[in-house]
């Protein structure tokens, strides 16, 4: 029987989306944009199809045609038709989240309002003689039956386009007429002023909704036709279906400042969410090629470029580049170069990773929060392959495949998760939870704690001091054997230990000093309490795994601060639920990332570079990175490095397999064949 041949967009993909510029539509030959398209290894593109601007001579009232169309062809469809030669796919983009406010003048009742009942306008200051934006409505009938269905049916029913993507579809807070209304009919009360108060269900019921509308309409067009939507919270936790495929969009928006740069975790965090979303293709990563919207009209620099679009196919995403302009009117011509040697380099590894599993022994409950990103911080840091878990999507079966289940400060424990949590670690598993926990009897028992806990002012000058058995050592303290101590900062959470199998890893120094004073004199530096029997790491072991809990928040100390000792502890911690179990080790350099992917007989080890003080000016080579991994027997026919092409030495020993990668700059992928 012959099997189904998978959908094209169900395979690898590499994509670039050009965000055209109406003035430079004059500029578009389609034969020559597909062209470069292919030579910058595009196999799919993302044009401007409708919404904002129809890029087609577009018979639908309301909507704005682009005044600077050829007249005597269709733009549109010779482009589609430029691409299909090159066997390019082709992406209509849509945005209907604005449209020029001629149309706010004839038709009010569309667009958003603010509480005092003023619409929302975009770019007033903008220079030019460009005419306003304005903000429509989700729930609005621009968005819906009067302008964006038509749409939509025009150009399905016109162009072979491959795939539809929606920009911009989020939720945006409104109080216009057709809110209040739905406000009222959903939740029987009326639409509160301030946005903090809305019901948690009206976003994403907003956004499914519209998303719906779209979704029903283009499939009763096409069944085939697929609908891409942007990952965001409103729709993240949403077991609808409101799209074929989902991708995600981490900026390096380094025009925020060097202060405000973004954290180097964020595309493979991205992915790894994204890739969380149980039965949907691989997700894409969108990343913009400039330092941010104020500057888009020129370049990251080259070498911050290349570490940030790594990251998307290392965390098994297909990459989906963001380009202002074509190749004719981008005036920073690195960028031409980085994203056709990145999806040369891609295009190597893409075969292999196609339906490649990722291999983690540890999860993290995902609360959408700074403590979940500071577990993220630490596990990547230190080259610790882990999955995301939605809480929507947490049950027995999911947690079983887990060795260790992070649970970060803010998850909430409900009776249902609490009983998962349980059986998980009463099976063999282990948790880490940190911070303010609810005082729930079985939560307690779990973790080897009293009923009365106590949470104390936010303290400084204080320590974390690792506790230590007569002969025995301290497996918390691993790597930080000369030092008893290391910094901590924040509330603790007083608790006491109970039962036998109860172990208290680590305890609270108190501070010092007041702030103030710290400093001087150093006379009156001593510790007056230089030990306490105040739990900041409690071990418990509970039927046949066990549960860790650190009554502080780790994750807070690792956004804050950044301090080795604290990615050290939390390495260890890690360690001591793998054991013997660990499946891979590897040389910890701080600015080094690994993920970890199964294939038939293969395996595929993904390292990538981004060592050096960011935004990155330079790839700073590592050198003679050490791999060892747990093999159990099998035979090893071939270690290969699929970007640069060369074969790399190994030995087997042990039931382990040792690699030393002698040189990586930016990105590599390495082969591992069993026999």
């Given at each position: ?16 989306q ?39 001579p ?20 010779e ?13 209509a ?15 009010p ?43 939509l049916?025009?150009v ?11 920009n ?5 807070p ?7 209304k ?21 976003a ?21 036709l ?23 969009e981490?900026?390096?928006i ?6 405000h ?38 370049g ?8 940030w ?26 960028i031409?170069?980085?994203v ?51 809480s929507?999507h ?9 060795k ?15 009983a998962?949590?349980?059986?998980y ?14 005082e ?9 704690i ?24 301290n ?12 910094a ?18 680590a ?14 004199p ?36 690792i ?34 990332q690994m ?36 093999i159990?027997?099998r ?5 290969s ?35």
């Amino acid at each position: 029987m012959q099997t189904k041949e998978k959908a094209w967009w169900k395979k690898p993909l590499r994509v670039v989306q050009t965000n055209l510029q109406i003035k430079d539509t004059a500029l578009i030959d389609p034969e020559r944009y597909a062209a470069g398209m292919k030579q910058l290894g595009a196999n799919t593109i993302c044009f401007n199809v409708a919404g904002i601007y129809a890029w087609y001579p577009s018979k639908v009232p309301y909507h704005t045609i682009n005044e600077y169309l050829p007249q005597n062809f269709d733009l549109l469809q010779e482009v589609i038709a430029a691409c299909h030669k090159q066997g390019i796919r082709f992406i209509a983009r849509f945005d209907f989240s604005k449209t020029e406010d001629t149309f706010y003048l004839q038709k009010p009742q569309w667009f958003i309002r603010q509480p005092s009942g003023e619409p929302e306008i975009i770019g007033a200051g903008r220079p030019g003689k460009w005419p306003l934006l304005m903000s429509t409505c989700l729930n609005g009938a621009y968005r819906n039956e009067a302008v964006a269905i038509p749409v939509l049916d025009e150009v399905i029913s016109h162009y072979d386009i491959d795939a539809i993507f929606f920009n911009a579809p989020r939720f945006v807070p409104c109080w216009c007429e057709a809110c209040h209304k739905k406000y009222i009919k959903l939740y029987n009360k009326p639409l509160p002023i301030d946005k903090s108060q809305f019901d948690p269900s009206w976003a994403p019921t907003c956004f499914r909704d519209n998303a719906n509308n779209w979704y029903r309409f283009i499939k009763s067009k096409n069944p085939e036709l697929p609908m891409i939507l942007y990952l965001y919270p409103a729709n993240m936790l949403d077991r609808e279906q409101t799209s074929d495929m989902h991708c995600t969009e981490p900026q390096d928006i380094l025009s925020l400042g060097h202060h405000h740069i973004p954290e180097f975790w964020k595309p493979a965090l991205s992915m790894k969410l994204g890739i969380s979303l149980p039965d949907r293709p691989t997700p894409c990563g969108i990343v913009h090629s400039s330092p941010g919207m104020d500057w888009r009209h020129t370049g990251l620099p080259p070498a911050e470029y290349s570490f940030w679009l790594s990251q998307i196919p290392a965390q098994g995403g297909n990459i989906w580049h963001s380009l202002t302009g074509i190749p004719e009117t981008i005036e920073d011509k690195r960028i031409l170069e980085v994203v056709a040697d990145f999806n040369h380099n891609v295009e190597k590894v893409e075969a292999y990773m196609e339906d490649a599993i990722g291999v983690a022994q540890i999860a993290m409950m995902w609360t959408g929060d700074a403590s979940a990103e500071g577990w993220a911080d630490g596990l990547i840091n230190m080259q610790i392959p882990f999955d995301v878990i939605l809480s929507a999507h947490a049950t027995a079966e999911k947690l079983s495949p887990y060795k260790g289940l992070i649970i970060p400060e803010g998850m909430k424990y409900s009776d249902e998760f609490i009983a998962l949590i349980s059986d998980y670690v009463e099976a063999g598993g282990c948790i880490f939870a940190e911070g303010a926990i609810p005082e729930e009897p079985r939560l307690l028992a779990l973790l080897g704690i009293a009923n009365d806990l106590y949470t104390s002012e936010a303290l400084t000058a204080s320590y974390l001091r690792f506790e230590r058995s007569e002969g025995a050592s301290n497996p918390l303290q691993k790597g930080l054997e000369h030092t008893e101590l290391i910094a901590h900062r924040g509330k603790v959470v007083y608790v006491r230990p109970v039962g036998v199998q109860s172990q208290v890893l680590a305890t609270l120094v108190p501070p010092f000093s007041p702030m103030e004073s710290v400093g001087a004199p150093p006379e009156r530096a001593s510790l007056p309490v230089s030990h306490t029997d105040l739990p900041l790491a409690v071990w418990n072991q509970a039927g046949k795994g066990h549960a860790m809990y650190m009554p502080f928040s780790l994750s807070h100390l690792i956004n804050e601060y950044k301090l080795g000792e604290h990615y050290q502890l939390l390495s260890n911690a890690i360690d001591m639920a793998l054991g013997e179990h660990k499946f891979i080790e590897i040389s910890n350099i701080q600015g080094l990332q690994m993920t970890l992917f199964e294939k038939g007989n293969t395996l595929l080890i993904h390292l990538v570079n981004g060592v050096g003080r960011r935004p990155l000016s330079s790839n700073i080579p590592l050198h003679d990175i050490a791999l060892s991994l747990k093999i159990d027997g099998r035979r090893v026919k071939q270690v290969s490095q699929l970007i640069s092409g060369e074969a790399l030495s190994y030995q087997e020993a042990a039931g382990r397999l040792a690699i030393s990668v002698p040189r990586l700059t930016i990105w590599e992928c390495l082969l591992i064949e069993f026999e």
